[in-house]
């Protein structure tokens, strides 16, 4: 195992470091990352890692500073979420926002990967998530550095196995070139069915689905939003 996750770290492209964390932010990540941590291991039910029952399990792939994260703990009760993002400046960001007063009681229903999602995804059970999260991920513009995205036909290959029958994929990105990559890769895929019936489906953002910092910055142009369901009889017609 220790073997597969070095080989997967070398495989992450982006930072892990950035500015300096304050001490405050050093201290607190210090402090309360280790209780918030979920530990990767194979075969284990990742539901044992919350302090509290949940009646099902989402993921977000590179939550950034985690607001969005936030949200959907403080709007979902019932769901227990795991967030994975390898730069630490973000993971620091979340941590804080989980240390305030109000955020506090959210910390029982959310586990922080400070890594590579893949290394989440190679350890869960099957069909163990009910959403997943891709939300303005890098687009890696220039073609030489398009196997660097995230979207890739194997990705979602592993995706749909953790994912449960109409589990819910959510894909966002303010990049015309990599919103037209994870379209055409997921309508292509047999697990996946888009829920898009009219062009306003994928041109506005659900009212469930927070702003996220990094679209309100919008550098690439106006952001758009994919909504796919994991489809358990055409997956399994497409993988016979």
């Not at 895929?189 to 994928?202: E, G, K, N, Y």
Request: charged share 30%.
């Amino acid at each position: 195992m220790k073997a597969l996750l070095e080989r997967r770290r070398g495989l992450l492209y982006g930072r892990r470091k950035g500015p300096k964390l304050s001490a405050a932010r050093q201290s607190l990540k210090q402090d309360l990352l280790p209780k918030l941590t979920f530990r990767v291991g194979e075969g284990r039910d990742p539901r044992l890692y919350f302090d509290t029952d949940v009646a099902d399990l989402w993921f977000e792939v590179g939550f950034g500073g985690g607001e969005h994260l936030v949200w959907q703990a403080a709007h979902h009760p019932d769901v227990g979420l795991i967030g994975a993002e390898p730069y630490e400046a973000g993971v620091a960001k979340l941590i804080a926002a989980l240390a305030s007063d109000e955020n506090r009681p959210l910390a029982t229903r959310i586990r922080i990967y400070e890594g590579d999602a893949r290394d989440v995804l190679a350890a869960l059970p099957d069909k163990v998530l009910g959403r997943v999260f891709i939300l303005f991920p890098d687009p890696w513009p220039k073609t030489r550095h398009h196997k660097r995205r995230f979207i890739q036909t194997e990705m979602l290959s592993t995706l749909a196995r953790v994912m449960r029958e109409n589990a819910e994929l959510r894909f966002a990105s303010d990049d015309p070139g990599y919103f037209d990559w994870a379209l055409e890769r997921l309508t292509a895929h047999p697990c996946f069915s888009w829920q898009a019936r009219v062009a306003l489906d994928w041109e506005t953002r659900p009212e469930d689905w927070p702003e996220t910092r990094y679209e309100k910055k919008a550098l690439h142009g106006r952001p758009l939003y994919l909504r796919f369901r994991r489809n358990d009889t055409s997956c399994a017609a497409g993988n016979s």
